[in-house]
């Protein structure tokens, strides 16, 4: 702890500090066994290796395969939608790489909205184009008229 004293002679602060009695020396084996022990995953938690092992290191959507050094690019995908979901026979689980992952969920989002799903999102067209002939394209059209039939 640190004792703060003023000299009234030479107008100094003067400070000490007061060293603490030496704690226990440990092993850097017991350090890094501690470290590993703390960051253990709760029972159930571990599916992503167990999916890794089981399906192996590919994407089951579009077939790219992975290395070790690329392996954190896939993810676990569980088909239910049920994160808690987890057979052990791997049922539930598919590995996706992180951009096939994204446009399923993707999928998932615009699929609700052209259904109808309540989803506190705006029925907005971000870009429109009056001109009958150039700008959005087929697809900008179909989206534009599924919004004006959700909207009747």
Known sequence: MAKISFDGRT?????????????????????????KEGTKKPAGEDYRERSLAIHGLVCARCGREFDHTSR???TVHHRDGNHHNNPPDGSNWENLCAYCHEDVHSREVLGEYFNGA???????VVYSDDAATGGLGSLG??????MKKKKK
């Open 11 to 35: 107008g100094r602060i003067r400070s000490s500090v007061k060293k603490d009695a030496p704690k226990e020396q440990r092993s850097v084996g017991d350090v890094v066994r501690e470290m």
């Open 72 to 74: 954190h690019i896939l």
């Open 118 to 124: 309540p989803g506190g999102r705006d029925d907005a």
């Open 141 to 146: 059209a179909k989206l534009q008229e599924a």
